[in-house]
């Protein structure tokens, strides 16, 4: 039997609020998200410009434009977003890991029951009618041997009375035969200009197609979260129909 393909789906689960102190005389713009509004605050809690004296920085649209004008980045960390992503492959989750300015929480092949096979199809197999074919069926030989080490595994740790320890002894052994095309989900949070970074060198049309997917799915849930901060990337559809972004502001982000 062939492994089954996963669905992709990214959610945006959480994001920063903010609640100005009552003791400061400014009052957000009407029209700014919470982020873009913190970042504001943030800004100009540095030199208590809180009357906004210069005309071109008085929106909170133009005050984040400004401070990515001249670099002063730091102020994106102040806000943050968390994403769940699902669907994604144990390789792409790999390199997405590699931010290290994320935080993340991925499922654990050791604690959770793998169940039906889920595999994630690269993006230049699928489609392939031939390709995908084998492919799947390859996906589902290392799944049978998987089943195959995990019952033979389980009898040998059949005398541990502990039956939670039991089940993590035969799966952490088992799963090392698992392809690198196996479906994980996981919990990722950053700041905004962690997100940025991660966009900008993960959506750019040369990285690798399935984690370029994820970057333009978390990039299209930031937009709408906060467009002052992200609406400087546009999205362009390449001619095999994926899609990439960038941004203007590629230095430090």
Same mark, same amino acid.
């Given at each position: 039997?062939?492994?089954?393909?996963?669905?992709?789906?990214?959610?945006?689960?959480?994001?920063?609020?903010?609640?100005?102190?009552?003791?400061?005389?400014?009052?957000?713009?009407?029209?700014?998200?919470?982020?873009?509004?913190?970042?504001?605050?943030?800004?100009?809690?540095?030199?208590?410009?809180?009357?906004?004296?210069?005309?071109?920085?008085?929106?909170?649209?133009?005050?984040?434009?400004?401070?990515?004008?001249?670099?002063?980045?730091?102020?994106?960390?102040?806000?943050?977003?968390?994403?769940?992503?699902?669907?994604?492959?144990?390789?792409?989750?790999?390199?997405?890991?590699?931010?290290?300015?994320?935080?993340?929480?991925?499922?654990?092949?050791?604690?959770?029951?793998?169940?039906?096979?889920?595999?994630?199809?690269?993006?230049?197999?699928?489609?392939?009618? %031939?390709?995908? +074919?084998?492919?799947? /069926?390859?996906? *589902? #030989? !290392?799944?049978?041997?998987?089943?195959?080490? @995990?019952?033979?595994?389980?009898?040998?740790?059949?005398?541990?009375?502990?039956?939670?320890?039991?089940?993590?002894?035969?799966?952490?052994?088992?799963?090392?035969?698992?392809?690198?095309?196996?479906?994980?989900?996981?919990?990722?949070?950053?700041?905004?200009?962690?997100?940025?970074?991660?966009?900008?060198?993960?959506?750019? %049309?040369?990285? +690798?197609?399935?984690? /370029?997917?994820? *970057? #333009? !799915?978390?990039?299209?849930?930031?937009?709408? @979260?906060?467009?002052?901060?992200?609406?400087?990337?546009?999205?362009?559809?390449?001619?095999?129909?994926?899609?990439?972004?960038?941004?203007?502001?590629?230095?430090?982000?």
């Amino acid at each position: 039997m062939n492994a089954t393909p996963a669905e992709f789906s990214v959610r945006l689960i959480a994001h920063t609020t903010f609640t100005p102190p009552e003791d400061v005389d400014w009052v957000p713009e009407a029209t700014a998200g919470d982020a873009a509004s913190l970042i504001e605050f943030s800004g100009r809690a540095c030199y208590e410009t809180w009357d906004r004296p210069n005309p071109h920085t008085a929106s909170a649209e133009a005050y984040v434009r400004h401070i990515m004008d001249v670099g002063h980045l730091s102020l994106l960390e102040h806000a943050s977003a968390t994403m769940y992503l699902r669907g994604v492959s144990r390789s792409c989750a790999q390199e997405i890991m590699r931010h290290r300015h994320f935080s993340f929480s991925q499922l654990s092949q050791r604690y959770v029951p793998s169940g039906e096979s889920q595999v994630v199809v690269p993006d230049s197999i699928r489609g392939d009618r %031939e390709l995908e +074919d084998l492919f799947l /069926r390859s996906t *589902a #030989v !290392a799944r049978e041997s998987y089943e195959e080490l @995990l019952e033979a595994l389980e009898e040998r740790f059949a005398g541990e009375s502990n039956t939670v320890l039991r089940a993590k002894q035969a799966r952490q052994a088992a799963r090392s035969v698992l392809p690198n095309a196996t479906e994980t989900r996981f919990v990722v949070t950053g700041n905004l200009r962690s997100w940025r970074h991660f966009i900008a060198m993960r959506a750019a %049309e040369h990285a +690798d197609p399935e984690i /370029r997917r994820v *970057a #333009v !799915a978390c990039l299209n849930l930031l937009q709408d @979260l906060s467009p002052e901060v992200f609406a400087d990337f546009t999205v362009t559809r390449l001619r095999d129909g994926s899609e990439t972004a960038t941004s203007p502001y590629v230095a430090d982000m």
